[in-house]
């Protein structure tokens, strides 16, 4: 059956398809082609075909913004997503588009961000260990994400016969390509689809996703707003210290308070067994928040953010009357570690809470919560900053754990915070479903070739 693409009421093109089952066209005049064009800029890129004299459908184009990709329901076709920023805030614009029917895709296509802080990285992260073979139908996997992904890199598209060209415009192979590369990073990222390690955040995904797996086997729990009954369970006589990061105001947005309790096996591993967060400018709600884990759980140590003058810790210090004691920390003042360096508190405690987290020394909660409030933490030349969110949130999780471990190793009899790598405790778990997006799919495409994709299901 043939559909006509109508121009003004004009009949301009026709489709088809071939033996293969790949979609054909044809114009009855090379200017037609200029009609098309001029379909797009007279209709805002838009341009309708008409079935039949009562079914219509239509193809629009419109800019990867999430405040104006509303209002419309059909298929989702969205191209190089690791360049359009706020990526995660675009999708849940966009998601009611093909939430209205279930036969609605959305198919997505990239190569890899240069920074793993992009969504579109932990959209297309493979599971860990996962190893590529040349494969000329490419790659399918479920992401850690749980999105499925058909992965094509320059391998697989030269096993498909896609051919790849030098500078001087001779047919190599992607060996050969990639050594006569000038930049063999850009290389690896667009042409090999390895993921980058690192970028502007301070924490990979990987070392992340193993201290939440890590956490989920020990029962690590996330609450938001109020502690639930029950919470204390299973913390009965642990040596427990608390990091407690009250509210601040960053750019006219109020941020959320944050007491983690945390926990030092003998391991070496630090466990952060709970964690609350929560919005209020009240004291009493502080106060009744810390009472309560105070009581319940009898902690050594409470690590109290000081930045701001201490006022929050002269309250705690009330507030326990002299039962806990308190650990002001004042992240700005400096610290030596060393012959002749110095640091600032906050990056001293920042640097052994990430060190901790890449020697697989910690464990955190497996929440999307956690996850998000930890990638907030950026890397600015030797030190870190917390980036504000739409939320308000402010790496304020990060910031009471940071705190808690400190706590722990401050108490730890002067031994430091520092602990050594290759620790003989590790709980890792297989890669499980953490979520099947049914109708979603992302392609991953090397060097932006996406004829070896053409025509799959």
Known sequence: MEIKALAR?????????????????SVDDVGAWKDIAEIYKQNKLEVKIRHSSTCVSRIKIIAPNWATARGLTGHLLLDEIAFIPDFKRFLSAVDPIISRQAKYKMIM??????????????LAAAPV?????????????????????????????????????????????????????????????????KFPMGGTTAISMTHLRIAQET??????????????????RGLEGKRLALGYDPASTENDKSNPSVISVLEKLASGLVVTHRVLRFKSQEARVHRRHLCEMRDALSP??????????????SDVEEWTNGRVPVLAVKGS??????????STIKTYTAKNLVTALEDGLLALPPDDA????????????????????????????????????????????????????????????????????????????????????????
């Open 129 to 193: 260990g996962m190893v590529f073979e040349p494969n000329a139908e490419g790659t399918f996997y479920k992401s850690q994400a749980g999105m499925w992904v058909h992965r094509v890199d320059a391998q697989d598209a030269h096993a498909a016969g896609v051919p790849l060209f030098n500078d001087e415009g001779q047919l190599v192979t992607p060996d050969e390509h990639r050594a006569e590369a000038r930049d063999k990073d850009a290389w690896d990222l667009n042409y090999a689809l």
């Open 9 to 25: 009421e004009m009949s301009v093109a026709r489709f088809g398809k071939d033996e293969a089952g790949f979609c054909t066209s």
């Open 333 to 342: 003042e400096s610290k030596k570690i060393g012959y002749n360096l110095t």
């Open 215 to 232: 956490g989920a086997a020990l029962g690590c729990q996330f609450y938001e707003g109020e502690l639930p009954d029950g919470w204390a």
């Open 370 to 457: 956690v996850k998000a409030d930890f990638r907030l933490i950026k890397r600015k030349g030797s030190g870190y900053v917390n980036q504000l969110d739409a939320s308000g949130s402010h790496g304020d999780i990060f910031d009471s754990v940071r705190l808690g471990y400190y706590g722990v190793a401050f108490a730890d009899a002067g031994a430091g915070v520092r602990e050594p790598r290759n620790s003989d405790f590790s709980v890792r778990l297989q890669a499980g479903d953490v979520g099947h997006v049914e109708n979603s799919r992302l392609d991953l495409v090397a060097g932006g070739r996406r004829a070896v994709c053409r025509g799959y299901a």
């Open 109 to 122: 296509a990239t190569t890899l961000p240069d920074d793993d802080a992009h969504y579109a990285f932990e």
């Open 300 to 313: 050594f140590v409470i690590a109290v953010d000081a930045t701001g003058g201490g006022l929050w810790a």
